[in-house]
């Protein structure tokens, strides 16, 4: 009876391996999730110095050296909306940021974090980043935003929400607004992943 034990749990079944290959899964998940929440919330406190409020469009202005026409005139666009309010909009910025941080870090509404990040990282990479341009000979990357709005798809399509974060308990809760948070679609693989770490641990 011994030896059989010790035999299954050198060889543990083709089940038992695509759990622990799951729980491994989701746990990286969940580290990316609130390590990433951590650097936008560095971000989100830059944001609230006043060197950024008072200096907001010229984030803007200085991507438009050396751009072709098309992109100068899609920055001019933001440039003149922007200047309706600079402070406005940097103070919009800065809240907006916070929330995405917030979301990340703790798991709550995370369709719509991911989404607004998104959203958000698209907006800086066509605007304050110039699409990562002007490319030329010297040029070096393509902008960073755009891989943040990477990684933000990446956590949208794994829910990142639903293991260890709160979505799965506001789920329910939000009714009809379900599909604002992760914990939906989920439930079964997260729930046979983290059975079967307290498996191992027991």
């Not at 009876?1 to 083709?14: G, K, L, V």
């Not at 992109?71 to 933001?78: E, S």
């Not at 506001?170 to 770490?197: I, K, N, Y």
């Amino acid at each position: 009876m011994n030896a059989s034990r010790h035999t299954i749990s050198e060889h543990p079944s083709p089940t038992e391996k695509s759990a622990a290959l799951a729980s491994w899964r989701l746990t990286g998940i969940v580290i990316l999730r609130i390590v990433f929440g951590l650097v936008w919330a560095v971000d989100a406190w830059f944001k609230w110095q006043p060197d950024f409020t008072g200096n907001f469009s010229d984030y803007l202005t200085g991507a438009l050296k050396d751009q072709p026409a098309a992109v100068k005139a899609w920055i001019d666009l933001w440039i003149n909306a922007v200047s309706v309010d600079p402070h406005v909009f940097a103070h919009a910025v800065a809240v907006g940021e916070t929330l995405v941080a917030l979301g990340l870090i703790f798991g709550v509404l995370s369709h719509l974090t991911d989404l607004g990040g998104i959203l958000r990282s698209l907006v800086i990479w066509s605007t304050a980043e110039g699409f990562g341009g002007p490319y030329m000979a010297g040029s070096t990357d393509i902008g960073a935003a755009i891989i943040y709005a990477l990684v933000f798809v990446g956590l949208f399509r794994s829910s990142a929400g639903i293991y260890v974060g709160l979505d799965r308990r506001v789920t329910t809760a939000l009714g009809r607004w379900a599909f604002l948070a992760s914990g939906l679609f989920d439930s079964e693989p997260v729930s046979g992943a983290a059975s079967h770490v307290r498996g191992r641990a027991a």
